[in-house]
């Protein structure tokens, strides 16, 4: 059966390590208030010049504001942690971007975009804008647009992740209503290894996103850079996914698009799950428009059969592959067709350099019927998860 067609997302090439793939939107990216403490770090001003030391990095949790007009920092969440971390040398790019790039969209989709935290029902935040940051460096560019590190103006001094998004390229794109459902989602959203999403806030042409700022950048990167990881940190990356695929079915979400590409680390290097582009809420049991990367499409998806939560763990277990081995469990180089029959057919072959306890739990997820697959509570429980987990006693002393 062929079902490349009904792939809306680009499959990983062989090899796909050496090339990230576009995130589907990619949206959002985030600070959390789980942040451990930077060493402070002189800062610049967008001149050049050296600047006093500023508190930064806690992601503060805006509790709900009332609506306000004033262009203050949502309220630092208790117990949080501010320490100066530099946020680099603004080049220009927005003002530029915005001169050659988008248009202003008008009509249905120009309400559909007209987003701002400020007015969220849920959880409203103060009122935001351009002007209520100094922009730093460049963190990198999305389909979309830019992200700029940039640290509010007012006390208390907040550092964040800026990500533009030009409309009209939304709305070229046909995903207004991914993008919408993508931000109600990851505003919700409260867990230390889900990318926090502060407020948004959009001019004529552009919708701006206050996200946690990942200190450590792309997982994915570093994957590329090691090959593969080692069991250990392999390990823990895998008990902090669990934990965060736990939190988010327990508000009814389903992930749907877990991959390298779409994990960020936070300042201690924490994973930090940072794209909620096909998340849907559950129960999500209609039947699958196939979407995600197709390395790590359940079977149940491949054959285009309804899909429940267990569809992220399936992916889990995939992703434990791939963080020891480098590669996608189910890569064949001679094309999708090839790949859609070895996951339907669960043709997976562990490397003997794989443990054998890591091997037992990527085996007890990558099961044909979801039914079957290890529950996320089983897999912070299973051996090899708790082997490798930090203990708090010895915390203070890890890397
Ligand atoms: P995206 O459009 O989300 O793919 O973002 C483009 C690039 O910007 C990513 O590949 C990251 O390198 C960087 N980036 C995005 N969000 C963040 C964030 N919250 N913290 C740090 N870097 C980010």
Known sequence: MDLS????????????LLQKQPS????????????????TIPKKTMAGKSAAVKLAVEPPAP?????????????PARGSTRLGIETGRYDGGLETDNEKRGSIVSGQAAEDLALDSSASRVRPTREWNLNSF?????????????????RTKCEPKYTLALKCLYKSEIVEHKVEKQIRREIEIQQNLRHPNILRLYGY??????????LEFA??????????????FSERRSSRYVDQMADALNYLHSKHVIHRDIKPENLLLGINGELKIGDFGWSVHAPSNRRTTLCG???YLPPEMVLGKEHSEKVDYWALGVLAYEFLCGVPPFEDLSGHTATYKRIAKVDLKIPSKVSSEARDLIQKLLQFDPERRLPLPDVR??????????????????T
Request: one cysteine or more; hydrophobic letters at 30%; a positive charge.
């Open 134 to 150: 100094d922009m730093g460096r460049p963190l990198g560019k999305g389909k979309f647009g830019r992200v700029y590190m940039v």
């Open 215 to 228: 200190g450590k950048g792309e997982l994915y990167k570093q994957l590329s850079k090691h090959g593969c």
């Open 293 to 295: 990367t197709l390395d």
């Open 5 to 16: 067609t009904k792939i809306d997302k680009p499959t990983r090439l062989p090899g796909s």
């Open 24 to 39: 589907q939107t990619n949206v959002a990216k985030l600070l959390s208030k789980y942040a451990a403490p930077n060493p």
């Open 381 to 398: 429980r299973h051996p090899w998860v708790v082997k490798h987990r930090i203990k708090e006693s010895s915390r203070v002393n890890s």
């Open 63 to 75: 509790p709900p504001l009332a609506k306000s007009n004033s262009n203050g920092p949502p309220s």
């Open 201 to 210: 806030f959009h001019d004529e042409k552009r919708i701006f996103l206050m």
